[in-house]
């Protein structure tokens, strides 16, 4: 058997000034490859890449190896990779988004010697497969698929090369997917969200693909908004989400000018309700505005441009027109906690007044507060015990506790409120969803909720729903402590039993020895995690796994609560609670009051 080379697959000129870091997802540690960031704050790198033709003489191995290197040009559109194809071939291979992505490899061997083929009238015929680790694969339409370890070694990608008139090798069938090391992958592919509808319609969820820097912008937009009238079935949101678009629609003409994008969509729309074209119009804006060129929509129905209802006439569209958008926080800022006491506490921002709600009792070691459900109430959870903790409900508003906490049970390792006031609690090795009564009757009776897809072995440490209300973070820690991304899936109208969570294909292994103890969201795209190692770690982790930031934490850190636009919030030992205003500034003490006077409390919280 022919030996496998080793020598890199890459015949690559990279000429740039290299800054800044990006990361590549994978399933364990988030790794970091030195380039510069886009004009969106998306990864980008400020490569030249100069491809090299096919050279007369190359072996079969050979020309397998300078086709991988000239596909990954990206500033080529690919043309000098098309010249190791045969003619025939050449007008077939249409990667489009789709990629094999390897941590080890690529490399070839030739399989067996090339011989005579009667269905290639004769000619000489050859084997190549293509070997390695392989760190992800990325769909067609963008998604990126982390493997199992045992996926990760399954079998070869394979080559067949004919030798032409002249006695030059070209390919005559090879995958119809792009090769790449995880550095190539870096610095040839951008992140991109897709925005889908909640299965409420009322607010949008990032759907993080990924796609070729080789795209145009025309193609790049037009593979975009197919992917949103046809959501791809092998997405993790699939089942989660829904899109407004009507599944007869058709992307016709695409443009970009004058920093407006507009699409014409083509189909018989005469009976789509009105109401759909405004959702329509955000999905586009929202999953658009990742291109720094656009900063307005204009949508076009057969040719005709749609006029927003009270819009003047004015069918072009910024953010400030569109309806619908991901979840904000409250301006307030307001965050809630446990003094000494054993009172609720509301406080309105890190300078604001305390005050007190409600007398809960001592004892309790966290707290959870819903969203503002209907007849302006939120809902309490809070744990008594550390571990394997006593859970107890009740209802707040304007005047205080409404009646007395309510005993859920024991065995509970942490909570968290969905939007719609459905609670999602964690036990030692089960996740549980306690689903609201109506308005003022929170948490029915506990519900076990199974998890799609493996985990690693250990125990549900914590649970976090997303402000969108489909997306949860969960953090399990056995022999390894990982960080797991899912969404919320549950049938119309079908029974709180019916739900389940079905696994992003990203996970986090924590970094080293530090095992997560917490986790919260910070905005629509990113989650903060609280690590021991054995001192406290701060960890900022956007769930497209992209790169990651250690935010400096007091030495006494216990808990942090966080809400996009608003200072972290932690509670720190002897009761103090500390706030940083830009996660990588300095921590400071509540005070308030002309005397700063020192804000004491226990669990710190954000609604949600």
Not at 559 to 587: C, E, F, R
Request: charged share 10%.
């Amino acid at each position: 058997m022919a030996s496998r080379p080793r020598t890199a697959a890459l015949g690559l000129l990279l000429a740039a000034s290299l800054a800044g870091c990006v990361s590549i997802p994978t399933g364990g540690p988030v790794r970091s490859f030195a380039v510069t960031q886009g004009p969106d704050g998306q990864s980008q790198a400020f490569i030249q890449c100069i491809p090299q033709p096919p050279q007369n003489g190359s072996s079969p191995s050979q020309i397998v190896l300078g086709f991988i290197s000239a596909s990954a040009c990206v500033g080529d559109q690919q043309r000098t990779a098309l010249e190791y194809l045969t003619p025939r071939f050449s007008k077939h291979w249409n990667p489009r988004w789709s990629a094999t992505v390897y941590s080890r490899g690529p490399d070839v061997e030739l399989v067996g010697a090339p011989r005579s083929n009667p269905k290639a009238k004769g000619r000489q015929t050859a084997v190549v497969d293509v070997t390695g680790v392989v760190q992800a694969k990325v769909q067609a339409a963008g998604g990126y698929a982390v493997p199992s370890a045992k996926a990760a070694t399954q079998g070869p990608e394979r080559f067949t090369l004919v030798k032409q008139a002249g006695g030059q090798w070209r390919i005559d069938q090879a995958p119809e997917k792009l090769l790449l090391t995880s550095y190539l992958f870096s610095i040839d592919y951008q992140q991109r969200n897709l925005y889908f509808f909640d299965p409420s319609r009322h607010v949008l969820v990032p759907d993080p693909v990924y796609v070729p820097l080789q795209a145009t912008p025309a193609v790049l937009m037009s593979n975009l908004l197919g992917d949103l009238i046809s959501p791809p079935q092998g997405d993790w949101l699939y089942h989660a989400t829904t899109t407004a678009f009507p599944a007869q629609a058709r992307v016709g003409e695409v443009a970009l000018g004058a920093r407006t994008a507009t699409v014409d969509l083509t189909g018989k729309f005469s009976k789509v309700p009105a109401s759909t074209w405004p959702q329509v119009s955000a999905q586009l804006w929202w999953t658009l505005q990742g291109n720094p060129a656009v900063q307005s929509v204009e949508l076009v129905l057969n040719g005709k441009p749609w006029v927003p209802p009270g819009a003047q006439q004015n069918a072009v569209q910024g953010q400030a027109q569109i309806q619908y958008s991901p979840p904000v926080p409250a301006p307030s800022g307001v965050f809630y906690y446990l003094d000494g006491d054993g009172y609720l506490v509301q406080q309105g921002s890190t300078q604001g007044k305390p005050s007190r709600i409600g007398l809960i009792g001592r004892g309790y070691s966290q707290i959870a507060v819903s969203p503002l459900q209907p007849g302006g109430v939120r809902y309490l959870a809070a744990l008594r015990g550390s571990q394997g903790g006593a859970l107890y409900t009740g209802v707040f508003g304007a005047h205080g506790l409404v009646g007395k906490l309510k005993k859920r049970g024991t065995g509970y390792s942490s909570m968290s409120w969905a939007p719609d006031g459905d609670l999602w609690t964690t036990s030692s090795d089960q996740v549980f969803l306690l689903q609201g009564n109506g308005p003022g009757q929170p948490a029915g009776q506990p519900v076990l909720v199974s998890v799609l897809h493996s985990v690693a072995s250990g125990s549900f440490a914590a649970v976090r729903v997303a402000p969108d209300g489909v997306r949860v973070a969960l953090i399990v820690n056995g022999s390894m402590s990982v960080l797991y991304f899912g969404a919320i899936v549950r049938p119309r109208g079908a029974p709180a039993s019916a739900t389940i969570i079905d696994l992003s294909p990203l996970s986090v292994q924590s970094p080293g020895s530090t095992v997560f103890t917490a986790v919260t969201w910070y905005g629509p795209d990113n989650v903060i995690t609280l690590g021991q190692q054995p001192a406290p770690v701060l960890t900022e982790y956007p769930v497209n796994g992209g790169t990651s930031t250690v935010i400096p934490v007091p030495s006494d850190l216990q808990s942090v609560t966080a809400s996009a636009g608003y200072p972290l919030i932690a509670g720190v030992a002897k009761s103090i609670m500390m706030a940083n205003a830009t996660l990588t500034g300095a921590w400071t003490q509540i005070e308030y009051g002309q005397d700063n006077a020192q804000v004491q409390g226990v669990s710190p919280a954000y609604p949600g």
